[in-house]
């Protein structure tokens, strides 16, 4: 009786190959736009089953995961890009932006990267800031006179009502 050389499906070579490579994650996602991170693990667990080494834990891991963000290692559609555009410009926290996806807090760090998105709060004008060595060479002549206490107290009631 002959047996059967079982191998991989295309689609699981073809990702492995870019793993294989050095590609990302998020570089094997971008080659293909019906791939998902399921098809990634997919690919990896069928090259561990062919090599008798796949661990059954690994999907009663991935269960726990879903039970807890359902909608976890799902494709991203546009109407979620909106949505976590939407959140992160209302500020919200990465926690709470994870509970209203239902996905990981990993995931939304990673979307939010992806989609070089940055919270309201990062977009304002950055104020310049200030070197101890602007003082380099002003010499002790500036300072005469001057309450080294008092000059800390009134740049801390400055920052402390900085907008």
């Not at 959140?87 to 807090?105: T, W």
């Not at 070197?131 to 001057?146: I, L, N, Q």
Request: hydrophobic share 35%; proline share 6%.
């Amino acid at each position: 009786m002959a047996t059967e050389r079982v191998t991989l499906s295309p689609r699981s070579a073809a990702i492995l190959r870019q793993i294989a490579v050095g590609h990302s994650y998020e570089q094997v996602l971008a080659t293909d736009p019906e791939l998902t991170y399921l098809d990634i693990f997919a690919a990896a667990r069928q090259a561990l089953e062919i090599a008798g080494e796949f661990d059954i834990s690994y999907s009663r891991r991935l269960a726990a995961i879903q039970e807890q963000h359902p909608r976890a290692y799902t494709p991203w559609s546009q109407d979620d890009d909106l949505q976590l555009r939407q959140l992160v410009r209302a500020g919200q926290s990465i926690d709470d932006i994870s509970s209203h996806l239902q996905r990981q807090p990993s995931a939304i760090r990673s979307r939010i990267q992806q989609l070089q998105l940055q919270p309201e709060t990062d977009q304002r004008p950055k104020r310049p800031r200030h070197s101890v060595m602007e003082f380099h060479g002003r010499g002790k002549a500036t300072w005469d006179g001057t309450d080294a206490q008092e000059r800390v107290n009134r740049l801390r009631e400055e920052w402390d009502h900085r907008p």
